[in-house]
Structure formats: C-alpha cells, structure tokens
C-alpha cells in the first residue's frame, strides 16, 4: 500500500504555515494510531445528530479495525451512513481519520483481527465475538487523515489523501 499524500489543510485563524516546511510523515501518524490504547468514533443518527463513542481498535492492513454489538447504536449507524470519523484518544498530538466503515464477513478477516484486539487489549474474545448475528467487525478505510504534533502545531498541521 502506497503511502497517502500529504499537504497543509486550510486551517484560517490558527497561524498554520503556508508550505511543505514541517509536514508530519505518514509513519508518524501510523505510529500513534497503532499506540493508542482508546479511540473516539463519531457517526451520525439517522436524522443528522452526531454520535460519539468510546471504542477499542488497531490499525492493520491499512484501516482502523474495531468490534461492536450488531445491535449497538455505533452499529446501526453505521449501517445507514457509512462515513464517520476516528480519532486517537490524545488530543495533544491527534490523529483523526475521515474515512468509511465496511462491515467484515470473512471470517479469516474476523479471526485475524479478533486475534490482534485480543493481544492488544489483554482479553480473550470469546465465541460470539465470531457470531454475524451478533457482533460486527468494522474496518475504517480512510479518505483523509489530520495530525498534529505537540511540539509544533503551526508547523506540523498535516492532512494526508488516500488512493479511492
């Protein structure tokens, strides 16, 4: 997977720099998504509210995987719109990907990804977590990225695009 390109978002009032001068490199933001131990999803209600949930996950193969109730309303959301965005959890040097969410039912894919949160979190995931009936496995493929390094966030604003 080639890496996305990066360029400077448009961030008025903020004094970000002009220019390619201090643009993070994707592993910097790879690196955090695959640290952070928390994440935040947003989705959308059916009728337009924002929806903003804690949830466990790990980046892998190029997506930010996570697991949820079929029934949950991250879920169900997620069914009507598929756009939503994830966030690491540290504000002061975030990562926030814009991407869509695909519902997973390969289970080799399913196995694989139980297998990486199960190390991750310290948890073994049991037999329903396999259950299409019961549980989703999502997989974030991101359209853009945004970071910011704590160091300098004038200079570090970053936005990354990815290939369709």
């Known amino acids: 997977m080639r890496d996305p390109r990066a360029d400077r978002p448009h961030m008025p009032g903020y004094g970000v720099l ?8 994707w592993s ?10 928390g994440y935040w999803l947003a989705t959308s209600w ?8 804690a949830v466990w996950a790990v980046w892998d ?22 756009r939503c965005v994830v966030t690491t959890e540290d504000a002061s040097s975030p990562v926030v990907v814009e ?6 039912h390969d289970s080799a894919a399913i196995v694989r990804v139980a297998g990486l949160l199960g190390e991750k979190y310290d948890v073994e995931l049991g037999p329903e977590f396999h ?5 989703a496995t999502i997989r974030v493929v991101p359209q853009r990225a945004f970071g910011l390094a704590d160091e300098d966030l004038v200079a ?8 369709a």
Do not use: Y
């Open 18 to 25: 002009a220019g390619d001068d201090g643009l993070l490199e």
């Open 28 to 37: 910097w933001a790879r690196q955090h998504l695959i640290a952070s131990r």
């Open 46 to 53: 059916p009728d337009g509210r924002p929806h903003v949930m």
């Open 61 to 82: 193969a190029g997506a930010l995987w996570f697991s949820t109730g079929l029934r949950s309303r991250k879920a169900r959301n997620l069914l009507a719109d598929p």
């Open 99 to 104: 991407g869509v969410a695909r519902f997973e």
């Open 131 to 135: 259950d299409a009936a019961v549980n």
């Open 156 to 163: 570090s604003a970053t936005r990354w695009t990815f290939d």
